[in-house]
């Protein structure tokens, strides 16, 4: 409702608001599935950017493409290390190495053998 206070170029007439409506809604519902707890916010946010960056009325494709992205970032705490894992994780990378025949770190790989 806000976007027709601003009497933008292209603005659908009053007397067809209604129909305008129901047409964006369609297309912004195609092959989408909305969380109102997630999307209202994201909602909100891309209208305001519409509202400030728009000389013409938007399509649903301009307001697809302003609204925020709905991934959130993986932020991972401070890793806090207990002895007894790290010594479990030590124990497992020697087992996988001593199946596989690799040497231990520490030790001196054997000269390759002339044929």
């Known amino acids: 409702m806000k976007l027709l206070t601003l009497s933008l170029d292209g603005q659908p007439a009053h007397d ?13 519902c195609v ?3 909305w969380d109102e707890k997630r999307d209202v916010p994201r909602f909100r946010k891309a209208f305001r950017t519409l509202m400030t960056t728009c000389e013409r009325w938007p ?8 609204l925020p992205s709905s991934v959130v970032p993986f932020r991972a705490g ?11 994780r030590m124990q497992s990378f020697a087992e996988v190495r001593r199946k596989l025949g690799i ?3 520490d030790d001196e790989p054997e000269p390759p053998r002339a044929a």
């Open 16 to 28: 067809v608001t209604g129909p305008t409506l129901a047409t964006w809604t369609e297309a912004l």
């Open 31 to 33: 092959d989408r599935v």
């Open 59 to 66: 399509s649903p494709k301009k307001f697809l493409d302003a």
């Open 78 to 88: 401070p890793r806090l290390e207990h002895e007894g894992t790290r010594q479990a």
């Open 103 to 105: 040497p231990e770190p």
